[in-house]
């Protein structure tokens, strides 16, 4: 039997880097891999007690709601009038359609098909046949993890085997997602404020002194007063104020107050508030007067077109914790959708963290509709 689970492991594994087919210009969900067990009622006319086994898939997404699985399970069928019990195993895909981005709890719906191998006494039964199946389950997140969720579902398959047998099948394990990026929690983050301040004008007073006049014939010094000279200097043109003049910023548009380098350009780490980014009341629709910050962000990425960025949605403390993550998380996203449908190119990750992130306490109505916020989060510069 462990060499089942070596087998079904090595397969998952080659198809891992098979190709995601794209949809517009939204990126598809992750990959993701399955592993759980199951508990099968099988057919009276198998003359076996129920059983249990061990399934692994590979998922592969199609686009944001259907997902190819390539699928392996192994089972032990309990014979007790028999000196040994049988053995069935599977190899087969399914097509998945998910009610919505498996990302928070997401019912799903199957249909598959495959070849099965039933190993029974005497061998000269054992055979291979064809098998169909149809499922239902969900997917939920898992302590909060971005990069692990639970899986559970329930099938009825139908094995062409011994005339026709209808087995019932239950679930359950975990789903991992392949490529999710992690947040690492310990970058200490800047808040950047949106707009940007008005331009400094520096004063500097310089002091010139008339030389010291002597008249000897009379042995008597005399002093010409000081003359004072008032001179204001004004600092070079930097139209983005990120502290780099203009005729050495190579990354124009940056919102100002952002951590640059040397050459005007953004730092992992640093986050931007969108400021003045407005949705309608317990909505994810982006409100009209919006669409000045949205321009703002639209300039900067499209000038650092490198950047990764994690857009990051903000409730404040008021309903329920689950139901501020999802409407954080669609924020988010559909920040994300009209940054792309302006033109962005660089890569956005959508994420939605309900009210688990405060800047202020959520003491009063101010404080919390500052805590009502889309942050840009630099990923990698």
Not at 201 to 230: G, L, N
Not at 298 to 315: I, S, Y
Request: with cysteine; charged share 25%; aromatic share 6%.
């Amino acid at each position: 039997m462990r060499a089942d689970h070596a087998v079904a492991l090595a397969m998952l594994s080659s198809l891992v880097a098979a190709p995601a087919w794209a949809e517009d210009e939204k990126p598809l969900p992750p990959k993701y891999v399955h592993i759980g067990g199951v508990l099968a009622k099988t057919d009276d006319g198998r003359l076996t007690d129920d059983g249990t086994g061990t399934q692994y898939s590979l998922g592969i997404p199609v686009n944001q709601n259907v997902s190819f699985e390539v699928r392996f399970s192994t089972f032990v069928f309990e014979a007790p009038a028999a000196p040994s019990d049988f053995y069935h195993r599977t190899f087969g895909a399914d097509a998945v359609y998910s009610l919505g981005d498996r990302s928070d709890f997401t019912p799903y719906v199957l249909i598959g098909a495959g070849l099965a191998y039933n190993d029974v006494l005497p061998d000269r039964k054992d055979r291979y046949s064809g098998y169909g199946n149809l499922g239902i389950g969900f997917t939920s997140s898992f302590l909060d993890l971005d990069w692990l969720r639970t899986r559970v579902e329930a099938r009825a398959q139908y094995d062409s085997f011994n005339g026709g047998q209808v087995d019932y099948q239950f679930s359950g394990g975990l789903e991992m997602p392949i490529g999710v990026v992690r947040t690492e929690q310990r970058i200490v983050e800047k808040v950047v404020e949106l707009p940007a301040p008005a331009p400094v004008v520096r004063e500097v007073e310089v002091i010139k002194e008339v030389p010291v006049e002597v008249v000897k014939q009379v042995e008597v010094v005399r002093q010409v007063p000081v003359e004072v000279v008032r001179i204001v200097e004004v600092a070079p043109p930097d139209a983005d104020q990120d502290g780099i003049a203009d005729v050495r910023d190579k990354c124009p548009a940056t919102p100002a107050g952002a951590t640059t380098d040397n050459h005007g350009c953004v730092l992992k780490s640093t986050v931007i508030r969108l400021e003045n980014l407005l949705f309608e009341t317990n909505s994810s629709v982006i409100s009209p007067s919006s669409d000045k910050t949205l321009g703002m962000a639209v300039d900067f990425l499209k000038n650092q077109p490198q950047v990764k960025v994690e857009v990051a949605g903000h409730t404040d403390n008021v309903g329920k914790p689950a139901k501020n993550r999802q409407l954080s998380l669609q924020r988010a996203k559909a920040v994300v959708k009209a940054l792309k449908a302006r033109g962005v190119r660089n890569e956005l990750k959508p994420a939605g963290y309900g009210a688990k992130k405060p800047v202020v306490p959520n003491s009063s109505e101010q404080n919390r509709q500052r805590n009502r916020r889309v942050e840009l989060k630099i990923l990698s510069s």
